[in-house]
């Protein structure tokens, strides 16, 4: 028997997520985010439940490549366009849209030889300062493309740094439409956060315009805006379960310590539980003793240090819990339970983002 740690992708939740992104910008086109092979959950396990998105945006060539090689004909969109002159040739031969964000790109471009003239999106630093023509450099890189034979539709982009939080989006919408305005071409300016709070019925009124909408996170089930608002808050649902079992039960006494650096100390009886799970499967060792944790569907709390393959729980909540009992990292757990992945992360002083990210080459991954 193999150790008995395992991730699921749940293709339902990951077509139901999507829905919810076109159900918050029903004019936009949708743009599936699946940078980072899928936000860990793997491009080929999430293609079938993604290929009603209008289009795949990523960053690598080598995943635009493998989306090609899945026969996906429909757009691709490259976040951070080319690295070097050469990546050019990848996207004439594979159809590959590719921001635009910095004058060399545009060099590049000048240079290169195509049969097909490209789809560019220009990218505007409308305040992120990340990437970008800072709007007043915007107009003069707009023309400059213009004026290419290699250059067929401009798109306008913008990427928003605060639509999950209380400073909003308004100075970075109006500092890319006083530079946009009288420009021809689509826009795309909303991650999952802006998606989910402004647009839609609870933004009603707001009209954050948007051609292409570019949903990452929430296409995976979890909040953008945690705290403030859960997953369950927006509609979405896990896309990844991380599950595994008791290898083991140890009957503590008071004064008995749990693991590496004996952090907790038992200061009544306590029956725990280890399970075979540690941060070499990508859980996060950041994460301190209370990180929930479902054992047998039930919400316990993790006790000591994680370790690289074992992390131990409090047995309390659940007597009857034994040997090869059924423990939920984060996910859908047994009887219809359910521990969503923003709240291990807050534990951990993290974003979901990043456990998904994280999940170890280690952990077989199947696809349910
Ligand atoms: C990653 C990324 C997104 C998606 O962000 P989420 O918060 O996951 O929705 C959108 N746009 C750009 C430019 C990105 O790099």
Known sequence: MPRPIEA???????????????????????WAVVKADAYGHGI?????????????????????????????????????????PR????????????AVHHEQQIDWLSRHKTHQPHRVFLKMNSGMNRLGFAPTAFRSAWARLNALPQVDEISLMTHFSDADGPRGIAHQVAAFELATRDLPGERSLSNSA???????????????????????????????DFPEHHSAHWGLQPAMTLRSRLI???????????????????????????????????YPRHAGSGTPVLVDGVRCATVGRVSMDMLAVDLTPVPAAQLGTEV???????????????????AAGTIGYELMCAVAPRVPVTVS
Do not use: K
């Open 248 to 282: 083991g039960l140890q009957a503590l006494q008071p004064g008995d310590t749990v693991g590496y650096g004996s952090r907790y100390v038992a200061s009544a009886p306590l029956r725990i539980g280890i399970v075979a799970c540690g941060y070499a499967d990508g």
């Open 328 to 346: 939920t990292l984060w996910g859908n757990g047994p009887h219809g339970s359910r521990l969503p992945i923003d709240d291990v992360a807050q």
């Open 8 to 30: 699921l992708i749940h293709p339902d939740a990951l077509a139901h997520n999507l829905a919810r992104a076109r159900a918050q910008a029903p004019d936009a086109r949708v």
């Open 44 to 84: 080929q396990r999430v293609f079938d439940s993604l290929r009603s998105a209008d289009g795949f945006a990523l960053l690598d060539l080598a995943e635009a490549a493998r989306l090609r090689a899945l026969d996906w004909r429909g757009p691709i969109l490259l976040l951070e366009g080319v690295f070097e």
């Open 87 to 98: 990546d050019l040739e990848l996207c004439s031969r594979l159809n590959l849209w590719h």
């Open 194 to 224: 802006a998606v989910l709070r402004h647009m839609g019925p609870a933004a009603a009124g707001a009209g954050l315009a948007s051609d292409w909408v570019r949903a990452g996170i929430l296409t995976y089930g979890s909040a953008p």
